[in-house]
């Protein structure tokens, strides 16, 4: 019996040298469109699909291989008699080999300016379809969606090992595939329309690298990126020195990029274990950076830095005295490099930090399911405010304040940070009563603490806070409000001769 391979592929990276491969190996090939043509001008044998079913590409195309010959041929299971039957009876040859890629979906989601029409033309029926019926039929077709197996595929077949667990591998390939596919097509409908929390929520990554380990050595690892690459995204990064991240890194590295977008002035963010250690913004980078390592000159030890300038020779200078795991910046001058490059493990990423995204879903894996919340991007405007003390923060304060709000979002619930002259000076993390944060964040400022503002993450729900900050010489709060005991922090407030400004939203982080 003749064995026959469809070919029929978008990406016609090593086609033609396949081609030659399976002609060597007695198979007939058929073929469409580009991929007919170009195997042709190879001189390779080959037939048109129109051929095989004796039915004509119709509609520019969109109808060719949907027909009963080529679906009957992949699907038919060779050792049931009915099926055999079924092809005698229909002329129905079968088809051992099926070579597919897909429509360029997502290469045409991402071009500027690109129409609906041409994302519509874009998506591939005949493709999915043919994998489909090859994998679902794994037993007897050979089925390739990825040109990098070619070789592999090639080499079985003049070894006659074409086995249960090779064909059954590419069966898989392929169904994550058109899976992965289908799940891009979904989220363009999705976002269309305007669903922001569907009926069925699909998701789809592609991997970057397999990871050394995960949060501990025991835990297995990877990193994954979305498809279309996103504005403030550690996977658009480019990696100009050091030893590969690993998982920790990235997740730390996240969080300090989605501190340093909330600044437009030069800033400078330190994270350890997902929590700011210290922020600062300045005139020019080199002071940005200077006060974020003044914060906490201690816990930025092993840290990762995000600064939201380019760096240059001086910044650099002082960034070279530091113990750091991974810096990141939208650039670095020569000098900048030429020192940092001095280090031979510290890991320097470059990325666009343009912000100009829709912001995006949040995902948390919880056992059996997900958590999805929109990302905590909301900002307040600045009539939002309410000065709800006698006393009103001086712009001095005020600036402080704000600065203080951006920062707190991003630290672990119950959350204070402490903030005086455009610099984090302490911070409490992750603690389970509010006034336990505040302590922390009072005892690590230190008589920087007197004069300082204060940013809580949400109400106050007794005065005990407040209390403790005026102990300290703190002069300003900014809070959410909300609680039914905000008369007594504010009557506390004023007692002591402090500024407190409501903003009437909280920034919860698990």
């Not at 077709?141 to 070894?159: F, G, I, M, R, T």
């Not at 490059?341 to 399911?369: F, P």
Request: aromatic share 6%.
């Amino acid at each position: 019996m003749k064995k026959q391979a469809l070919l029929s592929v978008s990406d016609k990276t090593g086609i033609t040298d396949f081609a030659a491969g399976l002609v060597k190996q007695g198979f007939e090939i058929i073929s469409t469109g580009g991929t007919l043509k170009a195997i042709e001008e190879a001189g390779i044998p080959v037939k048109a699909v129109d051929e095989v079913t004796g039915f004509p590409e119709i509609m520019d195309g969109r109808v060719k291989t949907l027909h009963p010959k080529v679906h009957g041929g992949l699907l038919a299971k060779r050792d049931n008699p009915e099926h055999r039957q079924a092809l005698a009876d229909n002329e129905i040859d079968t088809i051992d080999l099926v070579a597919v890629n897909l429509y360029p979906f997502k290469e045409t989601l991402a071009k500027p300016g690109v129409s609906d029409d041409e994302i519509i033309e874009n998506i591939d029926i005949g493709g999915p379809t043919m994998l489909r019926s090859a994998a679902k039929n794994f037993a007897d077709v050979l089925v390739v969606v990825d040109p990098s197996d070619y070789p592999k595929v090639l080499e079985a077949l003049e070894q006659d090992q074409t086995d249960y667990k090779l064909r059954h591998g590419l069966a898989a390939k392929v169904f994550r595939h058109t899976a992965h596919y289908d799940a891009m097509i979904a989220r363009y409908f999705t976002e269309a329309t305007g669903e922001a929390f569907p009926e069925n929520y699909t998701v789809t990554y592609e991997k970057v690298q397999d990871l050394r380990y995960g949060e501990n050595p025991h835990q297995h690892a990877a990193f994954y990126k979305t498809p279309v690459s996103a504005a403030f995204s550690l996977s658009s990064a480019k990696q100009l020195h050091g030893k590969e991240l690993s998982y920790n890194n990235i997740q730390d590295a996240n969080a300090a990029l989605e501190i340093v977008r909330e600044y437009a002035e030069p800033a400078a963010v330190a994270v350890k274990h997902m929590n700011p250690c210290g922020v600062g913004v300045g005139d020019n980078i080199e002071q940005a950076f200077q006060r974020a390592y003044d914060a906490d000159p201690v816990s930025i030890f092993g840290g990762i830095v995000a600064l939201n300038q380019q760096v240059d020779k001086a910044t650099a200078e002082i960034l070279s005295g530091i113990f750091l795991e991974i810096i990141i910046a939208p650039g670095f001058d020569q000098d900048a490099l030429d020192i940092l490059t001095q280090k031979k493990n510290i890991r320097l990423l470059e990325m666009d930090m343009v912000d100009t995204e829709a912001r995006s879903h949040k995902l948390t894996s919880i056992n059996g399911g997900m958590l999805i919340q929109d990302a905590d991007h909301a900002e307040f405007k600045d009539d939002q405010l309410a000065v709800v003390t006698k006393r009103a923060p001086s712009e001095e304060e005020m600036k402080d304040l704000i600065f203080a709000w951006k920062a707190v979002k991003h630290v672990k619930s119950n959350a204070i940070v402490l903030a005086k002259g455009c610099q984090t000076v302490g911070i409490g993390a992750g603690q389970m009563n509010r006034v336990g944060a505040a302590k922390i964040a009072i005892e690590q400022a230190g008589e920087a603490a007197e004069g300082a503002a204060l940013a809580s993450d949400a109400f106050f729900p007794m005065p005990d806070t407040v209390e403790a900050a005026a102990a300290a010489g703190i002069k300003a709060i900014i809070q959410p409000g909300g609680s039914k005991r905000d008369q007594e922090s504010i009557d506390a407030c004023d007692k002591h001769g402090i500024a407190m400004v409501l903003t009437s939203m909280r920034h919860f982080k698990h």
